[in-house]
Nanobody, 122 residues
Framework: QVHLVESGGGLVQAGGSLRLSCAAS????????MGWFRQAPGKEREFVAG????????FYADSVKGRFTISRDNDKNTMWLQMNSLKPEDSAGYYC???????????????WGQGTQVTVSS
C-alpha cells in the first residue's frame, strides 16, 4: 500500500512557474513507477510525466516537453513536477500516482493522490 499527497498548486499568470510535490509513504516505494496526470473539468485524465523510482529515468507527454521537469528524492520519498512557461491549457487538477509498469496509461497505476489545482490565467 502507498499513500500519496500532492501540494503546490495555485493561480499563476501565463508564462509563470509552479512546482508541485508528491509525498509518498508506505512499503517498498522504491519499486514503483511514479507519474503525474492532470484532468480538467469535463475532460479525460491525461498523462503528464513519469519517472522510474529506482533509476530516475523520465518520460513526458509531448505537450509538456521542454517546459516541465519531473524529479525525485529517494531519501525523502518525494517527487516534484517543475512547471515553467505555463499556458492556460495547462489548467487542471494535477494528480500523482504510483504503479508497477512503465506506462503513460492511467489504468496501469494503482495508487492515487487526491489532487492539487493549477490555474493559469490568460
Amino acid at each position: 500500500q502507498v499513500h500519496l499527497v500532492e501540494s503546490g498548486g495555485g493561480l499563476v499568470q501565463a508564462g509563470g512557474s509552479l512546482r508541485l510535490s508528491c509525498a509518498a509513504s508506505g512499503r517498498d516505494v522504491s519499486s514503483y513507477v511514479m507519474g503525474w496526470f492532470r484532468q480538467a473539468p469535463g475532460k479525460e485524465r491525461e498523462f503528464v510525466a513519469g519517472i522510474r523510482w529506482d533509476s530516475g529515468s523520465t518520460f513526458y507527454a509531448d505537450s509538456v516537453k521542454g517546459r516541465f521537469t519531473i524529479s525525485r528524492d529517494n531519501d525523502k520519498n518525494t517527487m516534484w513536477l517543475q512547471m515553467n512557461s505555463l499556458k492556460p491549457e495547462d489548467s487542471a487538477g494535477y494528480y500523482c500516482a504510483a504503479g508497477r509498469s512503465y506506462s503513460s496509461w492511467w489504468r496501469d497505476y494503482d495508487y492515487w493522490g487526491q489532487g492539487t489545482q493549477v490555474t493559469v490565467s490568460s
